[in-house]
């Protein structure tokens, strides 16, 4: 490039025709709307006309223990829906990426292929072909427990309030652990081969070289799919909702913020909908995607090391 | 490579595990399937064993075709997705050369700006979307859907393709403009052919959460002439929840054409992933 002495230059039309219709639509469909629902949970609509109550809405959400609990509730199931992704997906994810990595594995075009089809699945077909194999009705599940002569454990898992939760969870598991697989089988790929290499002149093969060597070099990687799920979770409503229903039965066990969002908006069977209370939830899902968002660019992504080659 | 990396136990291993996985991710598919084209008693009575000429039977398809409108769903889920898919690729590649070619001034800003959304859900605005589409009387069309998805897909599609064309060589568009093209030339006829294979990773990363989406046509659109085949899909299930024929003959025939999309589209997705953009 040669230096640079810029002659004053006429303004540049090109720069705004093509940058406009991308912002456009962006700014109208999505940042205004997100700015507007964030406005509507100051407003209450008294005798159809929205009158600004401040923060009436959260007081109500946080004090009100008809909502409290509620709200409780489900960012609680949020949390552990959360914790078994990160504890059950993305270690199976890194553990599959890994084996697929190694060098001269045949058929590994396949299982890639095979291992990533429940992601590309719609949550209507995950939510529905799971609770048929799950029913005590059809009895697969039970009838493949007990070939193993492991019957006596089977209940109906996702009837029970106690399970029904961490079965939901598992089933999402299930489907979406493609994406830590292919993304960590990225990272794991662009690993230069001088240094896997260097590791093997000095000795270090195996479990230790996938340990010291690979595992520190992935870890931006895992530290991107962490925030992935992390953001996908908290906004997770569909595969409780084919699954389980706006009521997210039993006895609201299965009950996270987006359906607890869907019916404080649209209503259900006794409650009439409350668009305004529900914005307020939805600041709420706002701000702890936000804090969550701000934790790992601010404390985590800062001290992960990264190295160039 | 050297035999300390490839001893046989730890192949053999590898396979185990991998084959294991695949078996637990195929399953449930495999089984759905291959239950569809059984009748009934056959479903209940032995569900895992394939249909012989004896249990096969297609009543739960003729059910489906004869209830459901699915291919009239269908044409609506592909309206959507093929629209939103052109505009996601067309404006995300006209702002992604901008920011990527152009230094001015609030250059990365603008670009932060469009890449919040990629942290933000969309979702959590369908409040307003909701009353912006009433207020436009969009409600009920498939433009509501169409804008709503392009929006929800540029900012990832922006991300990934600015990335891309930071390596389309700088000589070949400056020979271009010698040549005296138009700064509109040089992007529609130099820059997006060398680009199109990130344009196929884009493209299907914005058409799987499409496709499948079940809130905002559940919101926006849920009316017959609009369903797409994912809420069709649902509201189908629901009714028809004791006849498990027609349940699993509905799950194979929502299956299918994703299933055939995605083995056509596989490889350039795994070529668009494993050569960079997204790490």
Known sequence: MAAQTRPKRPFRWHIGVFLAPAVLVYTAIMILPLAGTLQLSLFRSINQAQVFVGFDNFRTLFGDPNWSVNFWNALRNNVWFFIIHMLVQNPIGVLLAALLSSPRLRFSAFYRTAIFVPTILSFVIVGFAWKLILSPLWGVAPHMLDIVGLKSLFTPWLGKEQYALTALSLISVWQFVGIPMMLIYAALLSIPDEVIEAAECDGVTGMAQFWKIKLPLILPSIGIISILTFVGNFNAFDLIYTAQGALAGPNYSTDILGTFLYRAFFGFQLQVGDPNMGAAIATMMFLIILVGVCIYLFLIQTRLRRYQF | ?279
Request: net charge positive; hydrophobic share 55%.
């Open chain 2, 1 to 279: 490579m050297s035999t300390a990396t490839r001893s046989l136990p730890r192949t053999i291993g590898a396979h185990a595990v991998l084959l294991t996985y695949t078996a637990i991710a195929l399953f449930p598919v495999i089984l759905v399937v291959v239950n569809s084209f059984k009748s009934r008693a056959a479903i209940f009575s032995a569900p895992l064993t394939p249909p012989t000429p004896k249990t096969f039977d297609l009543i739960g398809y003729t059910t489906v075709i004869g209830q459901g409108d699915f291919i009239h769903y269908f044409q609506n889920s592909l309206v959507v997705t093929v629209a939103s898919l052109f505009f996601v690729l067309l404006f995300g590649a006209m702002a992604a050369f901008a920011l990527s070619e152009y230094r001015f001034r609030g250059n990365t800003l603008m670009g932060l700006y469009l890449a919040l959304g990629i942290m933000i859900p969309i979702r959590l605005g369908t409040v307003a979307i909701l009353q912006l589409m009433v207020a436009s009387g969009l409600v009920n069309t498939l433009m509501a859907l169409i804008l709503v998805y392009t929006a929800q897909g540029l900012p990832l599609a922006i991300f990934i393709l600015s990335e891309f064309m930071k390596q389309v060589s700088d000589d070949l568009k400056n020979a271009g403009r010698i040549d005296g093209l138009s700064e509109y030339t040089i992007f529609f006829r130099l820059v997006l052919p060398l680009v199109r294979p990130a344009m196929a990773t884009v493209a299907v990363f914005t058409m799987i959460p499409i496709w499948n989406d079940l809130w905002f046509p559940l919101i926006l659109a849920p009316s017959e002439g609009t369903k797409t085949v994912t809420l069709g899909a649902q509201l189908f299930l629901g009714q028809f929840v004791t006849n498990w024929n027609a349940v699993l003959a509905a799950l194979s025939l929502a299956i299918l054409p994703v299933l055939v999309l995605y083995v056509i589209f596989s490889r350039q997705l795994i070529r668009g992933i494993t050569s960079g953009a997204v790490k």
